[in-house]
């Protein structure tokens, strides 16, 4: 057996089967390029679903780490640190928000948007004890909690988790008529992902995103945008919000904002939202760690500067022109997207998306599929605009 059949053997044997990656096995990565176990070298055009915006090994970011890793990595909230008011601070400052909960993982910041959500539906808005409704879109994935499985419409991600928890009224994504219709005087929250990423990078209709917020407004309803994976310079803005110039009453960070180096997550919002918690009320011993923070105020600073927005504005562009050749040609049949991201609908002539994600990585470029015929294209935003091309040359040979 070669080292790659004898790791994934193992894995196999001894890991649960809850996820069927492509048959690679890396050992090392730097910038857009991972290298396997055997020497082969790959372009990574996927970037760990936006984790690794910023790339393999960031040296700002690794500097960081290792500078915070030689002096404390953990006091749980029990204490303060000095990485903290400064990272609350400067990720509020970046998001025009007065207040930040930190987290851990994405799904993390969606169970504590729910909570906020209900606890201010409570103690503000006055929604009698119990009766707390969330709207949400059909086709999200906001992450795989119980709760969140509940107002899941994927059945994989759903099916044999019963009993699901109550609470939430599911919409088509992008009908503004349905969700006005289905915002009631328990409403307190509407929580969507501005751009849908493993829905297949599903991109609302022009003015849905201002039609959301207007509704909300009206309806004295909390907002809340998962910008976990959309967000942080992925769509060429710092949120994908912004396209429409909308701003939410929170946002959900996660993903990019630890850089690639460790799972940091956020729910930002004004003192009016997230001042609802008191002492005790809800917590996790990692949120807020010094060494989360110490990376995700670099992230922050790396994305003050307005470079990487402004690469994937300018990749983007190049990336759906490309792209969007592909789909004259009659071998794509639809593209969507925005900045650095693409959903890719391949023709079921030319296979399902598993197997153009495989014959990809046998010319040496990694994408993922997702339901069924579609493709992900989220390479990291500090590629070449040469690298880029490459990886679509390889796409376009196996396209024939």
């Given at each position: 057996m070669t080292a790659t059949e004898d790791l994934i053997a193992s894995a196999?044997?001894?890991?649960?089967?809850?996820?069927?990656?492509?048959?690679?096995?890396?050992?090392?990565?730097?910038?857009?390029?991972?290298?396997?176990?055997?020497?082969?070298?790959?372009?990574?055009?996927?970037?760990?679903?936006?984790?690794?915006?910023?790339?393999?090994?960031?040296?700002?970011?690794?500097?960081?780490?290792?500078?915070?890793?030689?002096?404390?990595?953990?006091?749980s909230r029990a204490f303060h640190h000095d990485r903290f008011a400064e990272f609350c601070a400067r990720l509020a400052r970046l998001c025009g928000k007065e207040m930040v909960l930190p987290m851990n993982?994405?799904?993390?910041?969606?169970?504590?948007?729910?909570?906020?959500?209900?606890?201010?539906?409570?103690r503000v808005k006055g929604v009698p004890e119990g009766r707390a409704r969330i709207v949400v879109a059909a086709n999200n994935f906001h992450g795989r909690t119980t709760t969140i499985v509940s107002f899941s419409t994927d059945p994989e991600a759903r099916a044999d988790y019963g009993p699901y928890t109550p609470g939430f009224d599911i919409v088509p994504f992008g009908d503004l008529g349905a969700l006005r219709d289905a915002v009631t005087e328990d409403t307190v929250a509407v929580l969507i992902e501005p751009v849908q990423g493993e829905a297949g990078?599903?991109?609302?209709?022009?003015?849905?995103?201002?039609?959301?917020?207007?509704?909300?407004?009206?309806?004295?309803?909390l907002f809340v945008a998962d910008e976990i994976q959309s967000g942080l310079g992925r769509t060429g803005r710092t949120f994908a919000c912004e396209h429409e110039d909308v701003v939410p009453d929170v946002y959900l960070l996660g993903k990019a904002l630890g850089g690639g180096v460790?799972?940091?997550?956020?729910?930002?919002?004004?003192?009016?939202?997230?001042?609802?918690?008191?002492?005790?009320?809800?917590?996790?011993t990692f949120g807020g760690n010094p060494l989360a923070?110490?990376?995700?105020?670099?992230?922050?600073?790396?994305?003050?500067?307005?470079?990487f927005q402004q690469r994937a504005t300018e990749l983007g562009e190049h990336l759906h022109a490309e792209l969007g050749l592909l789909a004259g040609s009659g071998k794509v049949v639809e593209v969507r997207g925005r900045g650095l991201w693409a959903g890719v609908d391949i023709d079921p002539s030319h296979g399902t998306g598993r197997e153009i994600s495989e014959k990809l990585m046998e010319r040496g470029v990694l994408v993922k599929d997702t339901h069924g015929s579609t493709i992900r294209i989220a390479p990291p935003l500090v590629i070449s605009k040469e690298d880029l091309d490459w990886g679509l040359d390889q796409l376009r040979a196996v396209l024939g």
């Open positions: 196999e044997a001894h890991s649960a089967h809850n996820y069927h990656p492509l048959p690679v096995v890396v050992a090392s990565a730097e910038g857009a390029w991972m290298t396997d176990v055997e020497g082969r070298r790959y372009l990574d055009m996927l970037a760990g679903y936006s984790a690794l915006n910023f790339g393999h090994g960031n040296e700002r970011l690794i500097e960081a780490a290792k500078e915070q890793l030689g002096r404390v990595t953990l006091t993982t994405g799904a993390e910041a969606v169970e504590t948007a729910v909570k906020t959500a209900r606890k201010w539906g409570y990078v599903l991109v609302p209709p022009p003015g849905y995103l201002p039609g959301v917020r207007e509704l909300t407004r009206e309806r004295g309803v460790v799972p940091v997550s956020a729910v930002v919002a004004d003192a009016d939202v997230l001042g609802v918690f008191r002492p005790g009320e809800h917590g996790s923070c110490a990376v995700a105020l670099e992230v922050v600073a790396m994305l003050e500067t307005g470079e």
